[in-house]
């Protein structure tokens, strides 16, 4: 096998099995801590051997297996230390565990990750260490925050889960609707903070966040499949994630929906987004505010030309997320929708009502800006485009927005 | 494990009738679940004495140590196998008593 081989074989290892190998660890030493440690050591070993001693038949046994020894030379060695808190945990090692229901127990992992005594922050941090493996560096580049703030940040969060006892199991039946919409809410926004990456240096698109929150989403879906608003979420990311290479341009500027290059969005994850909106559109469930989400993103990449696009569909979709979440800015994005389907002066009646509890969000000034261009009404148009670069944090949405000013005349 | 629940007060008057019988009814269910350990309700900060035993003589002073716009007023001590059971427990006393309250664990 190749160097190059191995480098790969251990990449996909480390996509698959970190949250296997923390998440069997956890339950087998009752500890994050410990089992994050050994994964991270089981990783590094495979570095150093894999390349000599080739790959393992079953990479994920090996990991195991490995960072299990890791784990147990750990705690010996607190023992020696005569550390009582870590003697407390052999009683959890239990080596005759074999990989069976893994996936189980990887559900565990996220269920305690976004505990929600735990501080969102926390929780996306944890998330993204815990079942991403995600290295701390890393999550402190993509929140823009000092890597250190960040290491202390999962340490506290380690240390509340221990100290407070927060189980290390799936919710109970009537907890776990509550439950689920918590860890949905926290992969969405890793999933958003990646595609609309906030920050003067940042990229525009992190596709390293959104590609986790997918990866997350799967495995949540593949546990739960019969959960309406896990499929919701999923194909929500999904039909956003097809467009991401249409959405920003060769010279890094935003690229609004109306004007992509819809043969450039990737039919795959179009597809596969679609037939989960039809799957749930076929239960005849009332569905959450996920699965309209999807649904609205399911007309927009149903239609081969803008021109196509059934704008009575995509509001009434947003009457109905309305009714079931009546905020500004779901009354917004309906606005929007509105001037497409009965005109500008229509929806600037809507979008004039909500300035007052709008007055510091960017889409806001992005949408009035929009439609009162189309209303001929330049100088007005220009204010609110002024406004919005001002509160924009998005790199290429700063720079599409300058442009359609400057484009006023 | 043995967790602390908190009682945040931030208005000084003391319980009314409905709430204590609430808290009665709250009580004795933990009572009858094997939660129970201790509870009890304390004196406004007003009532406090804070008292210095480290010098050679115990010095006392009148007050709270911290003047604060939420104090504690009473507390739980439960019995609970996990935080998931003690933040339960604790929201359902939290409506019981008809005020905020706060989950510590014992360690």
């Known amino acids: 096998m190749s160097p190059l081989d191995v480098g790969e074989a251990i990449t996909r290892a480390h996509h698959e099995e970190w949250a296997r190998v923390v998440a069997t660890l956890t339950r087998q030493f009752g500890d994050l801590d410990v089992a994050e440690e050994a994964a991270a050591e089981a990783f590094a070993t495979a570095v150093e051997r894999w390349p000599a001693d080739g790959v393992p038949p079953n990479p994920g046994g090996w990991l195991t297996t490995t960072a299990r020894r890791k784990a147990l030379d750990r705690i010996r060695r607190d023992n020696k230390r005569g550390d009582k808190q870590k003697q407390a945990q052999m009683k959890y090692d239990d080596p005759s565990d074999s990989l069976g229901a893994v996936d189980d127990e990887r559900l ?47 340490t506290r969060a380690k240390a509340k889960i221990k100290t407070t006892r927060i189980p290390y199991r799936v919710p109970s039946a009537d907890d776990l609707p509550g ?153 917004l994005n309906r606005a929007v929708a509105i001037a497409e389907l009965d005109g500008p002066n229509v929806a600037l009646t809507i979008v004039d009502g909500l300035q007052g509890a709008l007055v510091d969000y960017h889409a806001y000034f992005v949408a009035r800006a929009d439609i009162l261009r189309r209303l001929g009404r330049g100088e007005e148009s220009r204010a609110a485009y002024d406004r919005a670069i001002a509160l924009a944090g998005n790199t290429a949405e700063t720079a599409y927005l300058t442009r359609r000013r400057d484009e006023l005349g | 494990m043995l967790y602390l629940v908190s009682v945040i007060e931030d208005t000084p008057n003391s319980a009314t009738a409905d709430e204590m019988t ?74 019981a008593c008809n005020r905020r309250v706060e989950v510590r664990p014992f360690l």
């Open chain 1, 108 to 154: 565990r992992l996220i269920f305690t990750c976004c505990h929600p005594a735990l501080a969102l922050e926390a929780r996306v941090a944890l998330t993204l260490r815990m079942l991403g493996g995600l290295t701390v560096p890393e999550i402190a580049r993509a929140f823009l925050v000092q890597e250190a703030t960040m290491g202390q940040r999962i």
């Open chain 1, 179 to 331: 439950r689920v919409s918590g860890v949905l809410a926290v992969l969405y926004l890793v999933f958003n903070e990646g595609y609309l990456a906030s920050g003067p240096d940042s990229d525009p698109v992190r596709h390293d966040l959104t590609a986790e929150a997918i990866r997350l989403a799967r495995l949540l879906r593949a546990q739960m499949p019969e959960n309406g608003e896990v499929a919701g979420l999923l194909a929500l990311m999904l039909l956003t994630e097809a467009r991401r290479t249409a959405r920003v341009s060769a010279n890094g500027e935003l690229v609004t929906l109306d004007e992509q290059d819809r043969g450039s969005w990737d039919a795959a994850l179009v597809a596969e987004g679609h037939r989960l909106v039809r799957e749930r559109l076929a239960t005849g469930q009332t569905p959450g505010r996920y699965q309209i989400l999807a649904a609205i993103n399911a007309v927009h990449t149903s239609a081969r030309d803008v021109r196509d696009t059934d704008w009575s569909q995509v509001v009434a979709l947003y009457d109905q997320l309305f009714r079931l979440d009546p905020s500004p800015i779901v009354a």
């Open chain 2, 22 to 95: 609430a808290i009665d009814d709250f009580n004795s269910r933990l009572q009858a679940d094997g939660n129970w350990v201790f509870a009890g309700g304390i004196g406004e900060p007003s009532t406090a004495t804070v008292i210095d035993g480290r010098g050679a003589e115990a010095m006392f002073t009148d007050g709270p140590f911290v003047e604060t716009k939420e104090w504690l007023s009473g507390f739980w001590i439960i019995e609970a196998p996990d935080l998931d059971v003690a933040l339960k427990l604790a929201a359902a006393g939290s409506k």
